[in-house]
C-alpha cells in the first residue's frame, strides 16, 4: 500500500488516514490507495466502523487537477465513492480545512460527517469549467434543500460548518481540532447506539416547483455571461429530481464529460494555475520581504481611500496624508463610508469597524507623520510632476529601509525613483479601482528595486489577498499597456462605421464583463483624455486619431460621474442608454474626415479586438515587461474583466492559433499598416508552430 495512506485500528473502528500534502488532491495514488485501504478493512473483518480523515492542512480539497486532460487511471473517483457508500460498516468522514468537489463527494458517500468548527464545505468544480462528477449534483440535493444545493454548486462558493451543519450536510460540529479523534468519538457513538450505514443515495432528492427552476436557471444563465458549466450544473440537478438515483449518476457522468473535453474547462484550469504560478517570480528566490505593520497613503481621493481600506481590512495600522483639511474631511468620509459598505456585505464586524476609525486610521495634512511607517504608498494626481515632488519629500521624512511605493498607472518609475537616494526602495504598487475589491495588484520592478522590495511587494498583495502580477517599466506596464493599444482598436473601429453600442454588445457576448465604452464612462472619460493628452507629442503622425472621445469629453461628459459620456445615466436608466449626439458627434468627424461608415460585424469587431490585444500582449512579453504569457493573462483575467471561461488573452490566442491571429493582423493592416504591424514573437512562434503556452514553462 503506498505509504500516503495509512490504516489503524483503534479497538473496533479502522482509522484511514490520508497525507498527499499540500492539500491532499485525490491524486490515481490516493484514489487506489483508499480503496484498498477499505476493502483491506472489510476483509479483515475486525472493524465495525470506519473513520476516514485526512493528515496535514486540509479534507481532500479535489480531484487531482493536474491528471484532467491526461487519460483517466482506475479506480475512478464516483466509482470509488460507490464502493464506500456500500461498505457494509458505516464510514465517518471527519473533515477539517477544506472539503472541496471530490472531497465533499467522498465526505457525501460516507454515512456520517463530522466537521471542524473552521471547515469549509464546497463544490468549486463550476470555477473550473466543469461540474461536481462523482456523485456530488446527486447527492448534494438529497442532504439539502435542492435551492441550497444549487447555489452552493452553480456559485462554487463553499459554506462554513455552521451553515453545514443547519442544512444538514454534516451531522456535527466537533469541539477541539485534533479531527482523527473527533471521528473516532463519533463512530464509537455510533456503535454504542447500533447505528449502521446511512446511504445518501436511498434519500429522496428535495425538489423545487417548476417556476422557481425556471427562475434559477434564468439568473444563472444571466451571471454565467457565456460559461456553460453553470447551466450544466442546473440539468445534473434536474436529473436528481426527476431520475433514480443510478441514472441521475449516469447523466451527471456525461455532462462531466462534455465538460471534461470542453475548450473552457481548459481555459478556466489554465486560470486556476496560473494564479498560483504567477506569484513564483525571479527575486522571491532571493529577496526577504520586509516587515509591514504601518502603512502611510498619500491621497485619499477614490484610490488612495481605496488603498487604505484595503490595508485596513487586512489588520494594517494606516495613515493617509492629504493636502489641506477640507481634503481631509472627504478622505475620511471615503474611507468610513467603504468600511460601512464592508459592514453591510458582511465582511467586517461593526465592533471591527468601529475599532479601526478609533485606533487603526489617521489622516493628517503632516508628511512627518509618515516618519515611522514601513510602507508608504502615493495616490496622488497621475502627474509626474506631483509625484517627483512626493517622492523628494517622502525621502526626506521616511525612515531608512522603509518602501517607497508609487500607485502610478502609465508613469516611468526609474524617473521618479531617480528623485530619492534609495532607489532599491522604490516599486510600482499599482491597484485597480476600487482598489478594496479588485483582486488585481501590479507589481512594478524599477531598474534598481531590489529583491526584498519586489519580495515585500508580492508578501503584502497576499495579505491583502490580491493575485500580485509581476511588471516591468514601460508607459502603462502590462494591463494599460494593452488597454490603450486594444483601445485604439476599439476607436479605429468605431471611426471606420461600428457603433460604440453595437461594439460594446459584441464584446459582452463574447464575454466581456462590460464593453469598452460603458467601462470608459465608469472609469471617467477624463482619464483616457489626460492620457491622450500625455502621450500626444509621442505618437507617430501617421496614426490615425479619432477625436469623437476628445469631443465628447469637451461637452464636460465625463461619462456616469457627468451623467453623460458615451451613455446618458438618469433615472430611467441608472445602466445608461445609447446618446443619440454620440452618434452624431463620431458621423461628423466621419464627414469631416471623408470616411464612409462601412458595416462591420460583431465577428469582425471581437477579431479585430483580440488581435489588438494579443498582438501587444505578444511584445509585452517579448520586451520582458511581463515575465511569462501566463501574467498577461492573469492580468486581464483579474483586472480588466476578462471572461475567465476564456483563459486570457495569450490562452485564446492559442486556442484559436496563432496562424489565425497572426493572418487577421495582415488582413487589417492592407487598411491601416502603422496601427497593425505583428509583433516580433508572435510571428517568430507562428513560424516554429509553438504556442504562448510554451513560454510558461
Ligand atoms: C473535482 O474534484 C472533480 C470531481 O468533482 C470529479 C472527479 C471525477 N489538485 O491554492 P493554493 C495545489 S475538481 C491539484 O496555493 P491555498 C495548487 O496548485 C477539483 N493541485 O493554497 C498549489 O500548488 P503549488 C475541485 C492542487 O491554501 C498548492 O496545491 N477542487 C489542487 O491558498 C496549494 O494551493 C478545487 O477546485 C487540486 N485539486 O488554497 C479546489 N488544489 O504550490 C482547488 C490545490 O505547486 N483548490 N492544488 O502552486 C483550491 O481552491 C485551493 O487550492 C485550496 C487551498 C482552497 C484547496
Known amino acids: 500500500m503506498p505509504s500516503l495512506i495509512n490504516v489503524n485500528l483503534e479497538g473496533d473502528i479502522a482509522v484511514i488516514g490520508i497525507d498527499n500534502p499540500p492539500v491532499n488532491a485525490l491524486s490515481h495514488a490516493v484514489r487506489e490507495g483508499l480503496q484498498e485501504a477499505v476493502r483491506g478493512v472489510l476483509k479483515d473483518g475486525l472493524a465495525k466502523a470506519i473513520v476516514i480523515y485526512c493528515e496535514g492542512r486540509s479534507f481532500f480539497a479535489g480531484a487531482d487537477i493536474r491528471e484532467f486532460g491526461k487519460p483517466p487511471m482506475p479506480p475512478h473517483l464516483p466509482d470509488l465513492i460507490d464502493e464506500i457508500e456500500a461498505t457494509t460498516i458505516p464510514v465517518v468522514a471527519a473533515i477539517h480545512g477544506t472539503a472541496l468537489g471530490g472531497g465533499l463527494e467522498v465526505a457525501m458517500g460516507a454515512h456520517y460527517r463530522v466537521g471542524a468548527k473552521s471547515a469549509k464545505f464546497g463544490l468549486p468544480e463550476v470555477a473550473l469549467g466543469l461540474l461536481p462528477g462523482a456523485g456530488g449534483t446527486q447527492r448534494l440535493p438529497r442532504l439539502i434543500p435542492v435551492e441550497d444545493a444549487a447555489a452552493m454548486i452553480t456559485s462554487g462558493k463553499p459554506i462554513g460548518a455552521r451553515k453545514a451543519l443547519a442544512l444538514g450536510l454534516i451531522d456535527e460540529i466537533a469541539e477541539g481540532s485534533d479531527m482523527r479523534a473527533a471521528g473516532v468519538n463519533f463512530a464509537r457513538k455510533l456503535i454504542e447506539d447500533g447505528q449502521g450505514v446511512r446511504m445518501t443515495r436511498a434519500l429522496a432528492c428535495n425538489s423545487m416547483s417548476d417556476e422557481a427552476a425556471a427562475t434559477l436557471r434564468a439568473k444563472v444563465a444571466k451571471s454565467a455571461r457565456g460559461a456553460i458549466a453553470p447551466l450544466s450544473c442546473l440539468d445534473a440537478i434536474d436529473a436528481a429530481m426527476t431520475l433514480p438515483f443510478d441514472l441521475g449518476l449516469k447523466r451527471e457522468r456525461e455532462l462531466f464529460y462534455d465538460l ?200 503584502l498583495a497576499k495579505r491583502l489577498k490580491k493575485v500580485a502580477v509581476r511588471a516591468g517599466v514601460c508607459d502603462g506596464f502590462i494591463g494599460n499597456r494593452i488597454l490603450s493599444h486594444y483601445g485604439k482598436a476599439v476607436y479605429n473601429m468605431v471611426l471606420a462605421g461600428a457603433s460604440p453600442y453595437a461594439v460594446d454588445k459584441a464584446l459582452t457576448d463574447f464575454g466581456l464583463a462590460m464593453g469598452p465604452f460603458a467601462v470608459g464612462d465608469l472609469a471617467g472619460l477624463d482619464i483616457g483624455w489626460a492620457n491622450r493628452k500625455r502621450v500626444a507629442p509621442m505618437r507617430d503622425p501617421n496614426e490615425t486619431y479619432p477625436e469623437f472621445a476628445d469631443r465628447i469629453c469637451e461637452l464636460g461628459r465625463f461619462g456616469r460621474k457627468t451623467g453623460r459620456g458615451f451613455y446618458i445615466y438618469d433615472e430611467t436608466s441608472r445602466g445608461g442608454r445609447p446618446d443619440p449626439e454620440v452618434e452624431e458627434i463620431i458621423a461628423k468627424e466621419r464627414a469631416e474626415k471623408g470616411i464612409e461608415a462601412r458595416e462591420i460585424d460583431s465577428g469582425e469587431m471581437i477579431d479585430r479586438y483580440m488581435a489588438a490585444m494579443v498582438n501587444e500582449s505578444a511584445r509585452v512579453v517579448g520586451e520582458g515587461i511581463a515575465l511569462r504569457p501566463l501574467d498577461v493573462d492573469v492580468t486581464l483575467l483579474n483586472g480588466y474583466g476578462f471572461p475567465r471561461w476564456r483563459g486570457g488573452p495569450m490562452h485564446y490566442a492559442d486556442t484559436v492559433g496563432l496562424e489565425k491571429i497572426l493572418a487577421d493582423i495582415g488582413r487589417f493592416a492592407e487598411e491601416d499598416a502603422t496601427f497593425w504591424k505583428p509583433a516580433p514573437l508572435l510571428e517568430k512562434l507562428a513560424s516554429e508552430g509553438r504556442t504562448f503556452a510554451s513560454l510558461n514553462a
Do not use: W
Not at 449 to 458: H, L, R
Open 260 to 459: 471534461m473535453n470542453s475548450d473552457q474547462r481548459g481555459a478556466m484550469i489554465h486560470a486556476f494555475f496560473s494564479d498560483r504560478q504567477v506569484g513564483k517570480v525571479p527575486e522571491l528566490a532571493t529577496g526577504t520581504a520586509r516587515e509591514i505593520a504601518q502603512v502611510g497613503v498619500v491621497g485619499g481621493g477614490t484610490m488612495g481611500a481605496g488603498i487604505a481600506v484595503s490595508a485596513l481590512l487586512s489588520g494594517l495600522d494606516v495613515t493617509l496624508a492629504e493636502r489641506d483639511d477640507e481634503a481631509v474631511a472627504g478622505a475620511q468620509s471615503r474611507v468610513s463610508g467603504m468600511l460601512g459598505e464592508a459592514v453591510k456585505r458582511g465582511k467586517l464586524a461593526e465592533a471591527a469597524r468601529d475599532a479601526i476609525l478609533a485606533g487603526k486610521f489617521r489622516v493628517t495634512t503632516n508628511y512627518g507623520d509618515f516618519a515611522d511607517v514601513d510602507l508608504v504608498i502615493e495616490a496622488v494626481f497621475e502627474s509626474m510632476e506631483v509625484k517627483k515632488d512626493v517622492f523628494t519629500k517622502l525621502d526626506s521624512i521616511c525612515k531608512p529601509g522603509a518602501i517607497l511605493a508609487s500607485n502610478t498607472s502609465y508613469l516611468d518609475l526609474n524617473e521618479i525613483a531617480a528623485m530619492t537616494n534609495r532607489p532599491q526602495d522604490v516599486i510600482g504598487l499599482h491597484f485597480f479601482s476600487p482598489a478594496h475589491v479588485m483582486r488585481l495588484l501590479e507589481v512594478v520592478v524599477g531598474n534598481e528595486t531590489s529583491a526584498d522590495v519586489v519580495a515585500s511587494g508580492f508578501a
